[in-house]
C-alpha cells in the first residue's frame, strides 16, 4: 500500500537527529489475535525541538512513545521489526534491540517521561522529595543529602511554592496540577536530551493544563531540551511543537480504501497505526493533505465554529473517497448525514417555558471529626445557586474541578438533597418530596455520566439494561413493546438492533456512551444532566455524540444541563453558559487584601457569571471567567502566536 | 489517629455485650440442663436427690429468669476487684507480670469471672492456663505464614506462568484444600511416634518430665521442639491463602502507573520490585491479619484435639460439651475480644503502610 500523504522529505535532516525512529512495528498479542499497534512509523527527533504526535486513542502514539523507552511489558506487546537510533551521551545505540537490561542506563538519565495520569503516576506510599532524589540518585554519584537539595532547586525550577514542604508531603496532599510539576521534576533530575510527554494535560484543568504547557515550553527553551509531545488534542499541538506527526488508526481507513464501514472480514487493508501525515505545525493547520488530518482538525468545535452540525472525520474519508473536498478550516461547514434530525425543537410544544427553577440552593456536606464523628466543618460544593432552565433550551455548566457543578447537577435530580433552598419542576418542589414521591419523576429527569465503561453493569446484556428502566416505570405495556422500543432506540442512536444481545464490554467507548444514552432515553426523560458525557471520548467520537445529543433535542425537546469543563464545547453546545467557581479557586486571582477578604468570606461553589455563548465569551465581565477564557488552547498555531504576542 | 483509636476502643463496649448476650441466648435455647446432664448418673444411681439438684439450680441461679441471668453475668464479666486471696505460686502465668505492672508489685488484679461449674474452680485461671497457649500459637503461626506466603507471593508473581509459579499454585491449592485434621494426623504419624520417624513428640506442649527443673533456654527449645507439627498444622492454610492474595496483590499493583514510572526513572527491576511494588502490594494482605486471629484461634480447636495440648480450643471443647455455661461465654467473650482487637491493629497497620488513609488529626 502507498503513502501518498506522508512529507518524506521533511523526515530527513541535513543533520543526524537526537533520537530516529525507522519504520517501528509493535504488536501486541491478545486473546483475539495479533494487533498491529505501531505498523511501520519513521520519524526522527532533533535536538532542542518539539515534535508532535496527534492521533485517536488506538492509533499507537503513546505505544510509539513506550516502545522508544521499552516500557511495553513484555508479555503483551513486542517490538518485531524497525529501528530505534539513539544518539544521546554515548556513541549511537539502537534502543530497539539491545537487552532490556540495559535499558535502565537511558530511562530517566538521557530519555525521561512523564505521563497522562499525575494522580496515578506517583507511588502513594512515599514522599514526594524521596521520589524525585531516587531519581538524581539512581544515575550520579550524588549523596543523599546533595540529592534532596537538587530535589528542592528542581522543585522550585518546574515553579512549585513551599518547596522543602513540598518535599516531604505524599501525592495524595497535593493538587493535579501539582502532582505534575512533580512529575516533571523527577524527569528533569538527570538533566534528559529528551522529554517525552505522553498526554500531560489531558486529565487536568484548562487553567492548569495552560500553566503546564507553559511549564514545559519554558524548560524545553532554558535546557535545549528535545520534546515529543504526544497528544490526541489539536488545540494543545497548535501551543507547544514544531513539528506534528499525525497518527491513524490503521482500520479508521479502510473506508478511504474502498471497504464500506461496519464490513470487518476483509483484509484489504489492515494496516495497523501509522503515521498518515508529517509536517511544520503552519503546514499541518494551513494546508492539510490527508482527509484524516482535515477531519481531526474540523471535528474539534472552536469558538469559531458556526455550523449547526459538527462534521465527523467519517464525513472527510466519505468525502475524499467520492472525490469531493471540503475545508476543515470553515467554519460554517455543514454536512449531512443520515440520522439527522428534520424537525427543529422551536416547533415543540412549551419550547422556552421554564421547566426547572433553581433557587437559593446550598448542598453542603459535613466534615467529620473527634471521638463522636459530629460535623465540625462543611464543604460547602453549592453554596447559594439561582438558576432557570427553560424547556428545550441547553444550559452549559462550566468551572474547574471543585467548583461544585457535578453536585449542582445531583441536587436538580434529587440524587443529593440540598440542605436549603427549593428545587421547582413544573412549579412543584422536588426537595420536599419523599424518595417514593420522587420515584414518579424520576422517569422524566436523568443523567448521563461521564465515564461509559462504569456506569453500564457488565453483567448485563444491552437489552436488560435498556429494558430496565422502561419495566420500572410500567412504559410500553409489555415484553413485546418495550423490546420494540429498545430496537428502535438502538438504531435511533446509531447502533444496530443485533448490538442488543451483546453485552457492554464488547463495544468501543464512543458506542457504549451511544448505549448510554438510548437507557436514557428508555424513560423518556424531558430534562437530562450531561456530567462531563462527551469528555472521556477522542474528539471525533465527541463530535458524533454531540450531533446525535443535539439531533435528540430537536426531535424530542429535550432540555439539557450540559456539564463540562471543556470551553469550547460548552460554547458550541448552550444557549446559556454558567460559569461556576468557589472563594477556593478564585483567591488565586487575587493578591493582598483581596485575596485575604475572598479567603475569609470562603464561600463554595456558586454562579460567577451567566450569559449567551457568544457574548459571554466576546465579553466576559468576571475576572474568573477572563482567565478561564485565556486557558483555551489556541486551536491553530496562528492564534497560538497572535495569544503568545500579546502577552508578552 | 489517637481519637480514632479512643473511639474504636469505645465501639468494643456495645459489640462485646452484643457477643455475649447472643452467646447467653443461644446457650439458653439449646435447652440442656447443665446440672442434670452434670448429675445424671449420680441420678441415675441413686446417689443425688432431685433436693440436692434443686438445691444446686439455686447455686447456680438456673432457676432465676433468664433477664437476670444475664445481669448477673454481665456484672460478673466486668467488675475488675482487686483480690489478694491467691496464694504465691498458685498462679503460674502470663496474668501475673501483667497485674505486676499495673498494680505494682504488693497487690495483684485479678478478674473475678466465677467459678466453673464442671471442677469449682476459678474461670480466670483456667483461662489464665489456657490462653497463652492458644496465642502463642496462633501469633507464631501467623508469623510462618506471612513470612513464607510474601517472598512466595511477590515470586509468584514477578515470574508469572513461569514454572515456578505454575509449581507453587499447584502445591497451595492443595494445601488449601486438605483439611487440617487430616494434615495434623499424618504428621504425627509420619514424623512422631516412630512408625517411621521419631523427630518430634506425640502430645503435650512441654515435657511432662522434667520441665519444672529446666533453665529458661532449655524451657524454650523443649517447648518449641513440641509445637512444630502443630505450627505446621496451623500454618499452612493460611499461608496457602496468603500467597495467593500477595502473587494477586502485586499483580495488580505491578501494572499500576507509577510501576512504569520508576521503571522509567531508570530503576533496575530489582529496585522496582521490592522498593515501589512491595509496601503498596502489603496493603490488602495486612487487612487479612485482623480476619485471620479469630480463624487460627478457631483453628486451635482442632489441632490442641489432635496434639493433646490443653489451650483454649481443648477448654471450649469440653465447656460446651456439659455444658459450662459460665466458662462457655467466658471464652467466646475472651475470644470476641481478641477479634476486635486484632481489627483494631489491622485498621492501624493500615494507616501505618499506606499514608493515604487517614484517621484524622488529633486535635
Same mark, same amino acid.
Given at each position: 500500500?502507498?503513502?501518498?500523504?506522508?512529507?518524506?522529505?521533511?523526515?530527513?535532516?541535513?543533520?543526524?537527529?537526537?533520537?530516529?525512529?525507522?519504520?517501528?512495528?509493535?504488536?501486541?498479542?491478545?486473546?483475539?489475535?495479533?494487533?498491529?499497534?505501531?505498523?511501520?512509523?519513521?520519524?526522527?527527533?532533533?535536538?532542542?525541538?518539539?515534535?508532535?504526535?496527534?492521533?485517536?486513542?488506538?492509533?499507537?502514539?503513546?505505544?510509539?512513545?513506550?516502545?522508544?523507552?521499552?516500557?511495553?511489558?513484555?508479555?503483551?506487546?513486542?517490538?518485531?521489526?524497525?529501528?530505534?537510533?539513539?544518539?544521546?551521551?554515548?556513541?549511537?545505540?539502537?534502543?530497539?534491540?539491545?537487552?532490556?537490561?540495559?535499558?535502565?542506563?537511558?530511562?530517566?538519565?538521557?530519555?525521561?517521561? $512523564?505521563?497522562?495520569?499525575?494522580?496515578?503516576?506517583?507511588?502513594?506510599?512515599?514522599?514526594?522529595?524521596?521520589?524525585?532524589?531516587?531519581?538524581?540518585?539512581?544515575?550520579?554519584?550524588?549523596?543523599?543529602?546533595?540529592?534532596?537539595?537538587?530535589?528542592?532547586?528542581?522543585?522550585?525550577?518546574?515553579?512549585?511554592?513551599?518547596?522543602?514542604?513540598?518535599?516531604?508531603?505524599?501525592?495524595?496532599?497535593?493538587?493535579?496540577?501539582?502532582?505534575?510539576?512533580?512529575?516533571?521534576?523527577?524527569?528533569?533530575?538527570?538533566?534528559?536530551?529528551?522529554?517525552?510527554?505522553?498526554?500531560?494535560?489531558?486529565?487536568?484543568?484548562?487553567?492548569?493544563?495552560?500553566?503546564?504547557?507553559? !511549564?514545559?515550553?519554558?524548560?524545553?527553551?532554558?535546557?535545549?531540551?528535545?520534546?515529543?509531545?504526544?497528544?490526541?488534542?489539536?488545540?494543545?499541538?497548535?501551543?507547544?511543537?514544531?513539528?506534528?506527526?499525525?497518527?491513524?488508526?490503521?482500520?479508521?481507513?479502510?473506508?478511504?480504501?474502498?471497504?464500506?464501514?461496519?464490513?470487518?472480514?476483509?483484509?484489504?487493508?489492515?494496516?495497523?497505526?501509522?503515521?498518515?501525515?508529517?509536517?511544520?505545525?503552519?503546514?499541518?493547520?494551513?494546508?492539510?493533505?490527508?482527509?484524516?488530518?482535515?477531519?481531526?482538525?474540523?471535528?474539534?468545535?472552536?469558538?469559531?465554529?458556526?455550523?449547526?452540525?459538527?462534521?465527523?472525520?467519517?464525513?472527510?474519508?466519505?468525502?475524499?473517497?467520492?472525490?469531493?473536498?471540503?475545508?476543515?478550516?470553515?467554519?460554517?461547514?455543514?454536512?449531512?448525514?443520515?440520522?439527522?434530525?428534520?424537525?427543529?425543537?422551536?416547533?415543540?410544544?412549551?419550547?422556552?417555558?421554564?421547566?426547572?427553577?433553581?433557587?437559593?440552593?446550598?448542598?453542603?456536606?459535613?466534615?467529620?471529626?473527634?471521638?463522636?464523628?459530629?460535623?465540625?466543618?462543611?464543604?460547602?460544593?453549592?453554596?447559594?445557586?439561582?438558576?432557570?432552565?427553560?424547556?428545550?433550551?441547553?444550559?452549559?455548566?462550566?468551572?474547574?474541578?471543585?467548583?461544585?457543578?457535578?453536585?449542582?447537577?445531583?441536587?436538580?435530580?434529587?440524587?443529593?438533597?440540598?440542605?436549603?433552598?427549593?428545587?421547582?419542576?413544573?412549579?412543584?418542589?422536588?426537595?420536599?418530596?419523599?424518595?417514593?414521591?420522587?420515584?414518579?419523576?424520576?422517569?422524566?429527569?436523568?443523567?448521563?455520566?461521564?465515564?461509559?465503561?462504569?456506569?453500564?453493569?457488565?453483567?448485563?446484556?444491552?437489552?436488560?439494561?435498556?429494558?430496565?428502566?422502561?419495566?420500572?416505570?410500567?412504559?410500553?405495556?409489555?415484553?413485546?413493546?418495550?423490546?420494540?422500543?429498545?430496537?428502535?432506540?438502538?438504531?435511533?442512536?446509531?447502533?444496530?438492533?443485533?448490538?442488543?444481545?451483546?453485552?457492554?464490554?464488547?463495544?468501543?467507548?464512543?458506542?457504549?456512551?451511544?448505549?448510554?444514552?438510548?437507557?436514557?432515553?428508555?424513560?423518556?426523560?424531558?430534562?437530562?444532566?450531561?456530567?462531563?458525557?462527551?469528555?472521556?471520548?477522542?474528539?471525533?467520537?465527541?463530535?458524533?455524540?454531540?450531533?446525535?445529543?443535539?439531533?435528540?433535542?430537536?426531535?424530542?425537546?429535550?432540555?439539557?444541563?450540559?456539564?463540562?469543563?471543556?470551553?469550547?464545547?460548552?460554547?458550541?453546545?448552550?444557549?446559556?453558559?454558567?460559569?461556576?467557581? &468557589?472563594?477556593?479557586?478564585?483567591?488565586?486571582?487575587?493578591?493582598?487584601?483581596?485575596?485575604?477578604? $475572598?479567603?475569609?468570606?470562603?464561600?463554595?461553589?456558586?454562579?460567577?457569571?451567566?450569559?449567551?455563548?457568544?457574548?459571554?465569551?466576546?465579553?466576559?465581565?468576571?475576572?474568573?471567567?477572563?482567565?478561564?477564557?485565556?486557558?483555551?488552547?489556541?486551536?491553530?498555531?496562528?492564534?497560538? &502566536?497572535?495569544?503568545?504576542?500579546?502577552?508578552? | 489517629?489517637?481519637?480514632?483509636?479512643?473511639?474504636?476502643?469505645?465501639?468494643?463496649?456495645?459489640?462485646?455485650?452484643?457477643?455475649?448476650?447472643?452467646?447467653?441466648?443461644?446457650?439458653?435455647?439449646?435447652?440442656?440442663?447443665?446440672?442434670?446432664?452434670?448429675?445424671?448418673?449420680?441420678?441415675?444411681?441413686?446417689?443425688?436427690?432431685?433436693?440436692?439438684?434443686?438445691?444446686?439450680?439455686?447455686?447456680?441461679?438456673?432457676?432465676?429468669?433468664?433477664?437476670?441471668?444475664?445481669?448477673?453475668?454481665?456484672?460478673?464479666?466486668?467488675?475488675?476487684?482487686?483480690?489478694?486471696?491467691?496464694?504465691?505460686?498458685?498462679?503460674?502465668?502470663?496474668?501475673?507480670?501483667?497485674?505486676?505492672?499495673?498494680?505494682?508489685?504488693?497487690?495483684?488484679?485479678?478478674?473475678?469471672?466465677?467459678?466453673?461449674?464442671?471442677?469449682?474452680?476459678?474461670?480466670?485461671?483456667?483461662?489464665?492456663?489456657?490462653?497463652?497457649?492458644?496465642?502463642?500459637?496462633?501469633?507464631?503461626?501467623?508469623?510462618?505464614?506471612?513470612?513464607?506466603?510474601?517472598?512466595?507471593?511477590?515470586?509468584?508473581?514477578?515470574?508469572?506462568?513461569?514454572?515456578?509459579?505454575?509449581?507453587?499454585?499447584?502445591?497451595?491449592?492443595? !494445601?488449601?484444600?486438605?483439611?487440617?485434621?487430616?494434615?495434623?494426623?499424618?504428621?504425627?504419624?509420619?514424623?512422631?511416634?516412630?512408625?517411621?520417624?521419631?523427630?518430634?513428640?506425640?502430645?503435650?506442649?512441654?515435657?511432662?518430665?522434667?520441665?519444672?527443673?529446666?533453665?529458661?533456654?532449655?524451657?524454650?527449645?523443649?517447648?518449641?521442639?513440641?509445637?512444630?507439627?502443630?505450627?505446621?498444622?496451623?500454618?499452612?492454610?493460611?499461608?496457602?491463602?496468603?500467597?495467593?492474595?500477595?502473587?494477586?496483590?502485586? !499483580?495488580?499493583?505491578?501494572?499500576?502507573?507509577?510501576?512504569?514510572?520508576?521503571?522509567?526513572?531508570?530503576? &533496575?527491576?530489582?529496585?522496582?520490585?521490592?522498593?515501589?511494588?512491595?509496601?503498596?502490594?502489603?496493603?490488602?494482605?495486612?487487612?487479612?491479619?485482623?480476619?485471620?486471629?479469630?480463624?487460627?484461634?478457631?483453628?486451635?480447636?482442632?489441632?490442641?484435639?489432635?496434639?493433646?495440648?490443653?489451650?483454649?480450643?481443648?477448654?471450649?471443647?469440653?465447656?460446651?460439651?456439659?455444658?459450662?455455661?459460665?466458662?462457655?461465654?467466658?471464652?467466646?467473650?475472651?475470644?470476641?475480644?481478641?477479634?476486635?482487637?486484632?481489627?483494631?491493629?489491622?485498621?492501624?497497620?493500615?494507616?501505618?503502610?499506606?499514608?493515604?488513609?487517614?484517621?484524622?488529626?488529633? &486535635?
Amino acid at each position: 500500500m502507498s503513502q501518498p500523504f506522508i512529507h518524506s522529505s521533511v523526515v530527513q535532516p541535513d543533520t543526524r537527529p537526537l533520537l530516529s525512529i525507522d519504520n517501528l512495528k509493535t504488536y501486541f498479542h491478545t486473546e483475539e489475535g495479533r494487533v498491529k499497534a505501531v505498523d511501520g512509523v519513521t520519524l526522527a527527533v532533533e535536538e532542542g525541538k518539539t515534535l508532535g504526535i496527534v492521533g485517536e486513542s488506538g492509533s499507537g502514539k503513546s505505544v510509539t512513545a513506550l516502545s522508544v523507552t521499552r516500557l511495553i511489558p513484555e508479555e503483551q506487546g513486542r517490538i518485531v521489526g524497525g529501528h530505534i537510533t539513539w544518539r544521546g551521551k554515548n556513541e549511537e545505540v539502537d534502543l530497539g534491540s539491545i537487552p532490556i537490561e540495559e535499558m535502565p542506563r537511558y530511562r530517566g538519565a538521557e530519555i525521561a517521561m $512523564i505521563f497522562q495520569e499525575p494522580m496515578t503516576s506517583l507511588n502513594p506510599v512515599f514522599k514526594c522529595g524521596w521520589q524525585i532524589a531516587e531519581a538524581i540518585t539512581q544515575h550520579t554519584s550524588t549523596g543523599w543529602d546533595a540529592a534532596r537539595k537538587r530535589a528542592i532547586e528542581l522543585l522550585v525550577e518546574v515553579g512549585i511554592d513551599k518547596p522543602e514542604k513540598r518535599m516531604n508531603q505524599y501525592p495524595h496532599e497535593l493538587s493535579g496540577g501539582m502532582k505534575q510539576r512533580v512529575m516533571i521534576a523527577m524527569a528533569l533530575a538527570c538533566d534528559p536530551k529528551l522529554l517525552i510527554c505522553d498526554e500531560p494535560t489531558t486529565a487536568l484543568d484548562v487553567t492548569i493544563q495552560q500553566q503546564i504547557l507553559r !511549564l514545559i515550553a519554558r524548560l524545553q527553551r532554558e535546557r535545549n531540551m528535545a520534546v515529543l509531545f504526544i497528544t490526541h488534542d489539536l488545540g494543545v499541538v497548535a501551543e507547544i511543537t514544531d513539528f506534528v506527526a499525525v497518527m491513524c488508526p490503521g482500520e479508521t481507513l479502510r473506508m478511504l480504501h474502498g471497504q464500506v464501514e461496519g464490513e470487518d472480514d476483509g483484509d484489504n487493508f489492515d494496516r495497523g497505526g501509522h503515521i498518515v501525515e508529517f509536517g511544520s505545525v503552519t503546514d499541518i493547520f494551513t494546508n492539510p493533505q490527508h482527509p484524516y488530518t482535515k477531519g481531526l482538525i474540523a471535528c474539534r468545535p472552536s469558538l469559531k465554529t458556526r455550523s449547526r452540525r459538527l462534521p465527523t472525520i467519517n464525513d472527510f474519508l466519505r468525502a475524499e473517497s467520492e472525490g469531493m473536498t471540503l475545508d476543515p478550516t470553515d467554519p460554517t461547514l455543514e454536512i449531512d448525514y443520515p440520522g439527522r434530525a428534520t424537525v427543529s425543537r422551536e416547533d415543540m410544544p412549551g419550547f422556552k417555558e421554564t421547566l426547572i427553577e433553581v433557587k437559593g440552593v446550598r448542598t453542603w456536606f459535613p466534615i467529620q471529626s473527634g471521638i463522636w464523628q459530629r460535623a465540625l466543618d462543611w464543604d460547602r460544593a453549592v453554596d447559594g445557586v439561582d438558576l432557570t432552565i427553560p424547556r428545550g433550551m441547553t444550559i452549559g455548566l462550566v468551572g474547574e474541578s471543585g467548583c461544585g457543578k457535578t453536585t449542582l447537577g445531583r441536587t436538580i435530580l434529587q440524587l443529593v438533597r440540598p440542605r436549603e433552598g427549593q428545587v421547582l419542576f413544573e412549579g412543584r418542589d422536588l426537595t420536599t418530596l419523599s424518595r417514593t414521591e420522587l420515584r414518579p419523576l424520576r422517569r422524566r429527569l436523568q443523567i448521563i455520566f461521564q465515564d461509559p465503561y462504569s456506569s453500564l453493569n457488565p453483567r448485563l446484556t444491552i437489552e436488560d439494561a435498556i429494558v430496565e428502566p422502561m419495566a420500572l416505570h410500567g412504559l410500553y405495556g409489555d415484553t413485546k413493546g418495550r423490546r420494540e422500543r429498545a430496537v428502535w432506540l438502538m438504531e435511533r442512536v446509531g447502533l444496530k438492533p443485533d448490538h442488543l444481545y451483546r453485552y457492554p464490554h464488547e463495544f468501543s467507548g464512543g458506542q457504549r456512551q451511544r448505549i448510554c444514552i438510548a437507557r436514557t432515553l428508555a424513560s423518556e426523560p424531558e430534562f437530562i444532566v450531561c456530567d462531563e458525557s462527551v469528555s472521556a471520548l477522542d474528539v471525533s467520537i465527541q463530535a458524533e455524540v454531540i450531533n446525535l445529543l443535539l439531533d435528540l433535542q430537536d426531535e424530542m425537546g429535550l432540555t439539557y444541563l450540559f456539564i463540562t469543563h471543556d470551553l469550547s464545547v460548552v460554547k458550541y453546545v448552550s444557549d446559556v453558559v454558567v460559569v461556576m467557581s &468557589s472563594s477556593r479557586v478564585m483567591a488565586d486571582l487575587y493578591e493582598g487584601e483581596e485575596r485575604e477578604k $475572598i479567603l475569609r468570606e470562603a464561600r463554595g461553589g456558586h454562579i460567577v457569571e451567566m450569559k449567551h455563548p457568544d457574548e459571554l465569551y466576546r465579553n466576559p465581565e468576571h475576572p474568573y471567567t477572563r482567565k478561564l477564557l485565556a486557558a483555551i488552547p489556541a486551536g491553530d498555531p496562528e492564534q497560538a &502566536s497572535r495569544k503568545k504576542a500579546a502577552e508578552a | 489517629m489517637w481519637q480514632y483509636i479512643v473511639r474504636r476502643l469505645l465501639l468494643m463496649i456495645p459489640t462485646f455485650f452484643g457477643i455475649t448476650f447472643v452467646c447467653f441466648l443461644v446457650l439458653r435455647m439449646a435447652n440442656v440442663d447443665p446440672v442434670a446432664s452434670q448429675m445424671e448418673m449420680g441420678l441415675q444411681g441413686g446417689q443425688v436427690s432431685q433436693e440436692a439438684i434443686e438445691h444446686l439450680r439455686r447455686i447456680y441461679h438456673l432457676d432465676k429468669p433468664w433477664y437476670e441471668q444475664y445481669a448477673r453475668l454481665v456484672v460478673r464479666l466486668t467488675r475488675p476487684v482487686c483480690i489478694d486471696y491467691l496464694e504465691e505460686g498458685q498462679f503460674t502465668s502470663a496474668w501475673r507480670p501483667m497485674s505486676r505492672l499495673a498494680c505494682g508489685n504488693q497487690s495483684r488484679i485479678s478478674l473475678d469471672l466465677g467459678t466453673s461449674w464442671r471442677d469449682g474452680r476459678p474461670i480466670i485461671e483456667i483461662i489464665a492456663e489456657a490462653l497463652p497457649i492458644t496465642v502463642l500459637l496462633a501469633l507464631l503461626s501467623l508469623f510462618i505464614a506471612y513470612s513464607i506466603a510474601i517472598p512466595l507471593g511477590i515470586y509468584s508473581a514477578v515470574r508469572q506462568y513461569s514454572v515456578g509459579d505454575q509449581i507453587s499454585t499447584v502445591v497451595v491449592f492443595m !494445601l488449601y484444600s486438605l483439611p487440617k485434621f487430616w494434615i495434623g494426623t499424618m504428621l504425627l504419624i509420619f514424623f512422631a511416634g516412630g512408625h517411621y520417624l521419631d523427630w518430634f513428640p506425640l502430645q503435650g506442649w512441654h515435657s511432662f518430665e522434667g520441665f519444672e527443673e529446666m533453665s529458661l533456654g532449655e524451657r524454650i527449645g523443649d517447648v518449641a521442639w513440641h509445637i512444630v507439627l502443630p505450627l505446621v498444622t496451623l500454618s499452612y492454610n493460611a499461608f496457602a491463602a496468603l500467597s495467593r492474595y500477595m502473587r494477586t496483590g502485586m !499483580l495488580e499493583v505491578i501494572r499500576q502507573d507509577y510501576i512504569r514510572t520508576a521503571r522509567a526513572k531508570g530503576l &533496575s527491576e530489582k529496585t522496582v520490585v521490592f522498593k515501589h511494588a512491595l509496601r503498596n502490594s502489603l496493603i490488602p494482605i495486612i487487612t487479612m491479619l485482623g480476619l485471620l486471629l479469630p480463624f487460627m484461634v478457631s483453628g486451635s480447636v482442632v489441632v490442641e484435639f489432635i496434639f493433646g495440648i490443653r489451650g483454649m480450643g481443648g477448654v471450649a471443647l469440653e465447656a460446651i460439651r456439659l455444658p459450662d455455661y459460665p466458662l462457655v461465654i467466658t471464652i467466646v467473650a475472651f475470644v470476641s475480644l481478641l477479634t476486635m482487637l486484632g481489627i483494631l491493629i489491622s485498621d492501624i497497620l493500615y494507616g501505618v503502610v499506606d499514608p493515604r488513609i487517614s484517621y484524622g488529626k488529633g &486535635s
